[in-house]
């Protein structure tokens, strides 16, 4: 299959790592993967804070960009959701009846990658190993939105080596929620204490989700606290364990 | 008659991140908050998954409420008829001052000196007690946690469990000074004790009562409260006059839809099958229940909700707080925050509406939009969705301003939106981003400390510096020419 990436701005600026993962697992499926650079972002900052007219033109040019694909994958469930729930009512909003047959179009032909592997492709077990305590982190948008249930977790049980911990509270916000984390910067790390509290008494060493937006938050405390604790994509765990070099 | 004082209630006093700031500090209450609302939410689970039908009556409920919304001048002039044909008395008010005037003509008429109450947010709303007092006329609450409320001079953090911010040794202290009993102890019993005698001489003596409402029935003009504790039946049917103030919404079809509500309302409220107490009444009857009943059908701010079609679901709510008790938000802070007589995720999205935006601008700010409100909310409203399409008001008005435009957030996210329309001014944002953030990663690799608006995120979390490379660099180096190689073509 041709596989077109989705990277996610942020993925692309400061979680490269998880990019070449996932091209790394799916290219070991044997599948042929294309990056599209004219790519940039989903929109969802923009929407979820309010900017809603200046949301239109960066989900327009998402849909430009990817209209022909025969299958899009991106590393980030909000990123999904935010396509899923909001864009047709955003091309709505714009009066733009053409946008909105283009989105119907485009979505069923957009996945996140857990999702992806799961059901579209019916891999569970991609061959990865990873020797360590890991616990799982189910963001809200792949709970709530995705309906992705126990897939990320089908995938990391089948991973050599790895020593899943159940986590305390799991369906609850890890307090990020984009601008929210600066908005209401107290109430974010007040609830981003708990979720850490509940990642540490897992006794695990890496945290991993399908969401580097929350790892990303989550280890900002793990780290500001000095604990050993590390935030890993899932994907780059898929990747890991089978040693050559992919460019 | 004469012009009435009418008192309202001081709300939105503070912006929600600053409110909630003050109660994170407060952890006895944050304790109470999340161990009451932990209680809630497990029982709640339970009974909910005893129904195997549970979405499809989510599905009914929602479904009733949004076609009452469509047709509601319909139902309510239907309520309207069959209320006075039983005997009732309908009142119309358009606003908070209008419905305290008409309450407050309706009790002198009476000569009332006081009123006992069964819990009304409605009442709470338009600011009645203060009028009442301001006036007078002394509101005494029967419903156990408002009377704590009351008599603690506080305020609810809750709309069905108002008082969850207080445990037992407060709720003693409170009931030892306000009822004057220096030797009460603090089992549960000892306290429903003292209430229930401290409200058994008011039920017995006062004449006039003053309601809320969970539903009115369109079709026999008759009414239905449901609660826990019996204090709602003494004031439904011992005192001659009794008041219900109600919000238009409130309004359904019909006796047999209750069939939905009843099932799903006291399972999202309290986790209960069924609430103890299930009351419906229509008009009077010689020798049975009040001489006089009055129904106040309350406006305040719900015409302009209905007429927005984005918004309009948010009056499809059944005040069960299952919403509240399920956010990770109302979890840390509790309801004072909100600063608002409704909390938590319901009162994010109806206080700024109630109040035409005017107040609460902060509130459709304060959700991380988990989605959590929206999976338990037993008549499916899609809070996330309302909270943003409000997100989106706010920031149209101030970008109708001067100094909204030119404020941090607008030009940052102008900015932001310019980078995010072309993939090559994106790219040279991040290579300048990495130039731009040197001054500010430590030894570690780590950014321990950002300026001005980004300053929140660095008060408890670091930031990993962006790499040297991103992935679209990595691409262009690593693969791209790889795959201009093997003539894939597939590479733009």
């Known amino acids: 299959m041709r596989i077109s990436l989705f990277i996610t701005c942020y993925n692309d600026a400061l979680f490269p790592e998880t990019g070449k993962a996932v091209v790394r697992v799916l290219e070991k499926l044997g599948h042929s993967i294309e990056f599209r650079t004219e790519q940039t972002c989903c929109g969802q900052m923009h929407w979820n804070t309010g900017y809603l007219r200046e949301a239109v033109p960066i989900i327009r040019h998402f849909v430009k960009v990817y209209q022909d694909a025969e299958m899009v994958v991106v590393p980030s ?154 935030t890993v994509h899932l994907a780059e765990i898929l990747a890991s364990g089978y040693a050559e070099a992919q460019g | ?112 000196r006081e009123v006992i109450k069964i819990k009304t947010m409605t009442s709470e709303e338009i600011g009645l007690n203060a009028t009442l007092e301001a006036n007078g006329i002394r509101p005494i609450e029967t419903d156990l946690a408002e009377l704590i409320i009351q008599l603690g001079k506080d305020r609810p953090s809750h709309f069905v469990v108002p008082a969850l911010h207080k445990n037992r040794q407060q709720v003693r202290e409170i009931f030892q000074r306000e009822m004057h009993l220096p030797e009460l102890g603090d089992k549960p019993e000892d306290l429903a004790t003292a209430a229930r005698t401290y409200l058994r001489e008011k039920y017995l003596r006062i004449k006039v009562a003053i309601s809320g409402g969970n539903f009115l029935l369109a079709d026999t003009g008759g009414m239905c409260i449901v609660e826990s504790e019996g204090n709602g039946r003494m004031c439904l049917t011992l005192p001659d ?169 607008n030009i940052g996210m102008q900015a932001a939106a310019f980078l995010f329309k072309d993939a090559g001014r994106l790219s040279m944002a991040e290579h300048m981003g990495l130039v731009g953030q040197k001054a500010l990663v430590s030894k570690n690799g780590f950014i321990e400390w950002m300026p001005g608006m980004l300053s929140g995120w660095t008060q408890t979390r670091d930031l990993k510096a962006m790499p040297a490379q991103s992935f679209r660099d990595w691409w262009a180096k690593e693969k791209a020419p790889h795959a201009k190689s093997a003539d894939d073509g597939g590479v733009r």
């Open chain 2, 241 to 409: 006059v009794l008041i219900s103030i109600v919000g238009i919404e409130k309004v359904i079809p019909s006796f047999r839809d209750l069939d939905i509500f009843l099932q799903t309302l006291p399972r999202s409220a309290t986790g209960e099958r069924m609430n103890p107490y299930n009351s419906t009444w229509t008009g009077v009857h010689p020798g049975d229940g009040p001489k006089e009943f009055h129904v106040v059908l309350l406006d305040n701010g719900r015409s302009p909700i209905l007429a927005d079609k984005e918004a309009r679901q948010t009056l499809q709510c059944i005040r069960c707080a299952a919403c509240l008790n399920v956010c990770p938000v109302y979890h840390q802070t509790g309801g004072h925050a909100y600063e608002s007589v409704y909390a938590g995720p319901i009162g994010a999205i109806l206080t700024p509406q109630l109040h035409s935006m005017e107040e609460g601008r902060s509130l459709p700010y304060a959700s991380s939009l988990c989605g959590a409100c929206y999976e338990v909310c037993p008549v499916k409203i899609n809070i996330p969705e309302v909270l943003i399409h409000l997100r989106g008001k706010v920031v149209r008005e101030d970008q109708a301003t001067l100094a909204g435009k030119f404020s941090l957030w």
């Open chain 2, 1 to 112: 008659m004469s012009e009435v004082p009418v008192q309202h209630t001081q709300w939105n006093a503070l912006d929600f991140p600053d409110a909630a700031k003050v109660l994170l500090e407060d952890s006895q209450t944050r304790k109470n908050v999340q161990h009451a609302t932990n209680v809630i939410q497990g029982k709640r689970n339970k009974v909910v998954a005893e129904l195997p039908d549970w979405e499809d009556l989510r599905e009914a409920g929602a479904r009733v409420k949004a076609h009452t919304l469509r047709h509601l001048d319909y139902y309510l002039t239907k309520f309207e008829e069959n209320c006075v044909r039983a005997g009732g008395h309908v009142h119309w008010a358009s606003d908070a001052a209008e419905a305290n005037r008409i309450i407050l003509g309706l009790l002198r008429r009476h000569e009332a």
């Open chain 1, 77 to 230: 469930s909000s990123c999904v959701a935010m396509m899923r729930d909001h864009y047709v009512k955003a091309a709505e909003m714009d009066g733009d009846a053409k946008l909105v047959a283009d989105i119907e179009a485009l979505l069923p032909r957009v996945y996140e990658f857990s999702e992806f592997l799961v059901r579209k492709l019916g891999v569970e077990d991609v061959g990865a190993a990873y020797p360590h305590k890991v616990t799982y982190h189910a963001s809200c948008h792949s709970m709530r939105s995705l309906h992705l249930g126990d897939i990320p977790i089908r995938l990391l049980k089948n991973v050599r080596g790895l020593d899943l911990q159940p986590i305390q509270n799991m369906q609850e916000c890890c307090g990020f929620g984009g601008t929210f984390s600066i908005k209401n910067a107290d109430v974010s790390s007040a609830m981003l204490s708990d979720k850490v509290r509940n990642v540490l008494n897992t006794g695990a060493e890496i945290c991993t989700a399908v969401d580097n937006s929350c790892l990303m938050h989550l280890y900002g405390s793990l780290h500001r606290q000095r604990t050993f604790v590390k």
